[in-house]
């Protein structure tokens, strides 16, 4: 099946700091990506669609100036989580769609302190 | 896009059978059925998709009744590796105004005891 990988696996950063995740379909291509946020015991939530060449899509409620996404190529989506704070500490994982499956990245482990 | 709603947990045995049964009473003409299995800190994976009757592969098999209300996942002999989140999704994958957006609801928590 389709690989999808995300880097760093888990990252501490401190309060203020900015952390960038990667994404990439390994051996793919991806017009477009997806970003979820996870919080312990609940279920995924998205926070936007990354397309290839254009301007993210943020779901209602997600600050587009906090999460900066950027899809700068068919292999690779990256979320930017700017002035981080402890409560956008959380599991983030991404998605690539090919054809009509949606693979997901192993997730990124984010902690604020 | 169509709600989902599933049991939040169930319990089994070893080497028993496990039907999961979700619900989607709004589903849409063009979509598509899909589970996905989830580990603790994990990145979900693809179980099985389907869009009428029955489809079986390798791991799972999915029931879907004539008015496609409803589909249940089947997981035959479950072992303790089996215990995980399991999420019924319903969207129009194959549709060229889609772009595969997925809306996950709170998914059912399989617990496998040995």
């Known amino acids: 099946g389709a690989v999808v990988s995300q880097h760093p696996s888990w990252v501490i950063c401190k309060s203020g700091t900015s952390v960038k995740i990667e994404c990439r379909s390994l051996?793919?291509?991806?017009?477009?990506m997806f970003w979820y946020r996870q919080f312990p015991k609940q279920s995924l939530m998205l926070m936007a669609t990354s397309n290839e060449g254009s301007k993210a899509t943020y779901e209602q409620g997600v600050e587009k100036d906090k999460f900066l996404i950027n899809h700068a190529s068919l292999t690779l989506s990256t979320l930017t989580v700017t002035s981080a704070h402890p409560e956008d500490s959380s599991f983030y994982i991404c998605s690539a769609v090919r054809g009509y499956e949606q693979y997901f990245g192993p997730g990124t482990r984010l902690t604020v302190t | 896009l169509a709600k989902t709603t599933q049991p939040i947990s169930m319990d089994s045995y070893e080497g028993q059978e496990v039907n999961i049964t979700c619900s989607h009473n709004?589903?849409?003409?063009?979509?598509?059925i899909t589970w996905y299995q989830q580990f603790p800190s994990q990145g979900p994976r693809f179980i099985i998709q389907g869009y009428k009757t029955k489809v079986t592969n390798e791991v799972a098999s999915l029931f879907i009744p004539a008015d496609r209300k409803s589909s249940t996942l089947s997981l035959p002999r479950v072992s303790l590796s089996d215990t995980a989140v399991y999420y019924c999704?319903?969207?129009?994958?194959?549709?060229?105004?889609?772009?595969?957006?997925?809306?996950f609801g709170q998914g059912t928590t399989l617990q496998v005891k040995p």
């Open positions: 051996d793919f291509q991806a017009t477009t």
């Open positions: 709004n589903i849409a003409t063009n979509d598509y």
């Open positions: 999704l319903v969207g129009d994958f194959h549709g060229s105004s889609n772009t595969g957006k997925l809306i």
